[in-house]
């Protein structure tokens, strides 16, 4: 029993460094223990789109998995790192490596124990009002309620287990075939000078300008969905760079103009300065990657959730729109029925024809079809969604009133490519009249849509007559494609139906269902605003608590690594202002220089974790548009108030974390 009270004891005595971790350790738990009992939760396969709620959740279960693997190492080699003395003065006492592995089993064992009861009993705790605050979000009904499986937690014990293992083994192969002398020359071992990297410091400036310049100038949503993980690593790689190279780099700059240097204050600020990044490099990038975790990942999912109703209209800019083939006054006479019979106002009634919309390439030589194995990465913008209808249909729901000859086409656009004389549509040359309009019932799920709506940029061609609609329509086909014949299998024009209509909730839900199953089997398409955003809401609700959870996961690990370090350079600072004070430094100068330094080096990392947030805005903005969401200005202002809420936490946890600082410092301790 020995190792047992020789384990308590150091567990004791090393309270200041254990506590935060054994904190951290169990609030971990306690979110994978949330985590898992939402997926078990039957209510899980009734809500509205639960195959992509569920999806929603298991990618973030994963991530929090691997995160908390990455996240016990990371923060358990703070503790082990300030403990080296210790385990050398175990050695020197008679202690050996083995019997030391023996100490630490059961300081593990201890700390499992408690990370397994305390995230159990936390985690369940916090189910139950996560499963609150979640059917709020997502608008689900009492199929969704609060319920605990034993298998939950089973797997969270198994997760625990794995945990603390793995970090045995980390210190097993740490104290292998070391010596008392490397024990404590290890706690107390000063990194060497720092040198100038000017070619790594230019490298990092260079990465980091390719990545920005990718974020801003990439046109298409779907180019920036592949270009973002590269922008991602990029930008990884440029941080750590700037904070080991960059910014040592720019600070012996500094040193180089002497009447600056020389001055008492900006002499010890900076050789400091160059110090501490270039001793603590690694957590300060850290600190900055994860800062920006936060803001990126809070931003997107804020975004989504209260930008719901925006992305909503562009997908159903009518509350319900209908393709079919044919539709007669019998048609018509249904919706006022159902309408009557669900207290439901309608409001007038659209009906167009036109093609389905068509994935086409357009350019300077004109409307081509796409190639038959589809489109690469770098061919999105020039790829558009053509829908194509005669000039009689145009005028029926437009009020701009247009003669077309044989010879010419109507183009509805705002984009400078067409304004042009002629155009090529396929194999024909037309006269190019331009519309007035920028609004028209598209063609996608039934729907009435703005041309600037969808991954794609949309336009609409108007000809003459329905014949020169249908042979562009079969030119514009792929060649040599099993879409084409799935294509001309279906009529060519079709007839789209579009309307609003004013009810209450559940009215115009019943009311939605009922028009739906009276045009069931004939309809090609069917599209509710009512029955979108309710499934809608349950996907950017459930992607908004994912995010807040890894906000506030993120948020934790940057408050820990934050705390643990200015326990790590309180100590290495202490002697460097003990002499400062000896040779004449007052208590409040010391003070002064310590907030300069401080202040100085925790904003750089949220400083600069804000500049990528504001460089990585414009591709935020583009991968939003795949969700149909294109309000830049929403996004712009979730932000703002994002970096606001998050500057202030960061504040705070200086602030606490600081005192530690100042107490080690002062004290001695």
């Known amino acids: 029993m020995i190792y047992l009270k020789l384990a308590i004891n150091s567990l004791k005595k090393n309270l200041a460094v254990v506590l935060p971790f054994l904190c951290s350790m169990i609030f971990l738990i306690s979110l994978n223990t949330v985590l898992y009992l939402l997926l078990v939760n039957p209510g899980m396969d009734k809500m509205p789109g639960a195959s992509d709620v569920r999806m929603i959740f298991s990618f973030g279960r994963n991530i929090l998995l691997i995160f908390s693997l990455i996240f016990a190492y990371y923060t358990h080699s703070f503790l082990i790192k300030e403990r080296q003395k210790e385990f050398g003065l175990y050695n020197l006492l008679g202690l050996s490596i083995k019997q030391l592995r023996y100490v630490l089993m059961f300081e593990k064992l201890i700390l499992a124990f408690a990370s397994l009861i305390g995230g159990l009993f936390m985690g369940i705790y916090l189910s139950n009002l996560m499963f609150l605050v979640l059917k709020k979000m997502m608008g689900v009904g009492q199929d969704f309620f609060f319920h605990v499986e034993g298998s939950v937690i089973l797997k969270i014990s198994l997760l625990v287990a794995l945990l603390f293992v793995m970090l045995l083994m980390i210190d097993s192969l740490k104290l292998r075939k070391i010596s008392p002398i490397d024990l404590f020359s290890q706690a107390k071992q000063n990194q060497s000078s720092p040198k100038r990297h000017q070619l790594l410091g230019v490298i990092g400036i260079l990465l980091l300008g390719i990545a920005y310049y990718l974020s801003v100038t990439i046109q298409s949503p779907l180019q920036a969905f592949f270009m973002f993980f590269i922008a991602v690593l990029l930008v990884v790689i440029a941080t750590y760079l700037l904070f080991t190279s960059t910014s040592v780099w720019l600070l012996n700059q500094l040193k180089q103009k002497r009447e600056l240097y020389y001055q008492p204050e900006m002499f010890i600020m900076i050789s400091t300065m160059i110090k501490r990044l270039w001793q603590n490099a690694m957590g300060l990038a850290n600190i900055s990657l994860l800062s920006t975790m936060v803001l990126v990942t809070v931003v997107t999912t804020a975004s989504l959730y209260f930008g719901i109703d925006s992305m909503i209209r562009n997908r159903s800019p009518e509350d319900i729109s209908l393709e079919l083939p044919t539709v007669s006054s019998e048609d018509f006479d249904k919706l006022h029925q159902l309408a009557n019979n669900h207290d439901i106002t309608i409001d007038s009634i659209k009906s167009y024809r036109s093609t389905k919309r068509l994935l086409v390439t357009i350019n300077e030589k004109g409307v081509q079809p796409v190639h038959a194995n589809g489109l690469g990465v770098y061919d999105q913008s020039n790829a558009w969604q053509l829908t194509l209808m005669t000039a009689t249909d145009y005028q029926k729901i437009a009020k701009e009133k247009i003669d077309l000859k044989t010879n010419q086409v109507a183009i509805l656009s705002d984009n400078q490519i067409f304004n042009r004389a002629e155009f090529k549509v396929g194999q024909q040359h037309y006269e190019v009249l331009t519309l007035a309009s920028k609004e028209l019932p598209s063609t996608s799920g039934g729907a009435l849509i703005n041309i ?111 705390y643990y370090k200015q326990i790590t350079e309180g100590r290495q600072d202490r002697r460097q202002f003990d002499v400062l004070q000896k040779i004449g430094m007052g208590e409040s100068e010391v003070k002064a220089t310590i907030n300069q330094q401080m202040l100085g080096i925790f904003f750089f990392p949220i400083g600069l974790a804000i500049l990528h947030l504001s460089f990585a805005m414009p591709m935020i903005n583009k991968l939003l548009r795949l969700f149909s969401l294109k309000d830049v200005g929403l996004t712009i202002k979730v932000a703002v108030v994002t970096c606001v809420v998050f500057l202030a936490i960061y504040y705070v946890i200086f602030k606490l974390t600081s005192r530690k600082y100042y107490q080690i410092v002062r004290r001695g301790k």
């Open 452 to 562: 600037n709506d969808s991954v794609f940029d949309n336009v609409v061609m108007v000809l003459s007559s329905e014949k020169q609609v249908t042979n562009s329509y079969k030119e514009l086909l792929p060649s040599d494609s099993d879409e084409s014949d799935r294509q001309l299998s279906q009529p060519i024009m079709r007839e789209y139906i579009g309307f609003n209509f004013e009810g209450k909730e559940d009215q115009r839900l019943m009311f939605a269902q009922g028009v739906k199953t009276f045009f069931d089997g004939r309809s090609l398409s069917f599209s509710s605003y009512d029955f979108n955003k309710k499934e809608a809401l349950s996907f950017t609700g459930g992607f908004l608590f994912i995010g807040l959870i890894f906000g506030i996961l993120f948020c934790l690990a940057t408050a820990l690594i934050i």
